[in-house]
């Protein structure tokens, strides 16, 4: 496996965002082939890329601009971590883990399942009694990255379906990351259709 994939720049497809609100719907149902380094860098970035260079700031909002999450990709060949600094995938593991990213039979046969992983040590400035709100705000801002994601699918005639099911104890050791720090917010599988 290669240690580092760098992505492509996204490109415009003639799709309006009307369009693609319209086409936004969740689809269980992949096909084997695997997504095209265009769709696959374009996915990324809608979820969480760097619009604005000049700032670093991302595609979708953070609450209070901490960005607290990293982007896993999960492929039938092993896990990489989403880079969007170099807009490129690391490489994490070597192996197929997919089935480790939802509870759902689906998630083994998308082409990629992406794991929306929250450093919670980022909202040190909010108050213990106020944990709930921490996992609350991971969580918004997961849904704004998976929307974005939903969105670019539906544009470029993919699948793709949301998932809160997920084995967060094993993702974690897999990702040699300390539960005590790190939690596990939110899932998605895409792939081309069936």
């Known amino acids: 496996m290669e240690k580092c994939i760098k992505l492509l720049q996204p490109t415009d497809n003639g799709c ?28 990324l970035w809608a979820a969480s890329g760097i619009n604005r260079e000049e700032c670093g700031k991302r595609t979708a909002p953070s609450a209070l601009a901490l960005y607290p999450l990293t982007v896993y990709a999960f492929f039938a060949e092993g896990v990489y971590r989403y880079d969007a600094q170099e807009h490129s995938l690391v ?23 992406l794991v929306y992983v929250a450093d919670m040590s980022l909202y040190s400035n909010i108050p213990p009694y106020l944990e709930d709100l921490k996992r609350f705000l991971a969580g918004q801002d997961a849904a ?49 259709k069936a």
Do not use: H
């Not at 070597?94 to 399942?113: H, I, R, S, W």
């Open 16 to 43: 309006s965002l009307l369009t693609a609100l319209c086409e936004r719907r969740t689809i269980r149902e992949f096909s084997v082939e695997p997504l095209s380094l265009e769709n696959l860098s374009g996915v």
């Open 91 to 113: 490489w994490v593991a070597d192996g197929n883990y997919m089935t480790m990213t939802g509870k759902q039979d689906f998630v083994g046969e998308a082409t990629l399942n």
């Open 144 to 192: 704004c990255c998976v929307q974005n994601a939903n969105l670019w699918a539906a544009a470029n005639d993919l699948a793709a379906v949301t998932r809160g099911s997920f084995d967060e104890k094993a993702l974690l050791e897999l990702l040699k990351l300390d539960s005590s720090r790190y939690t596990v917010v939110m899932a998605q599988s895409v792939g081309n």
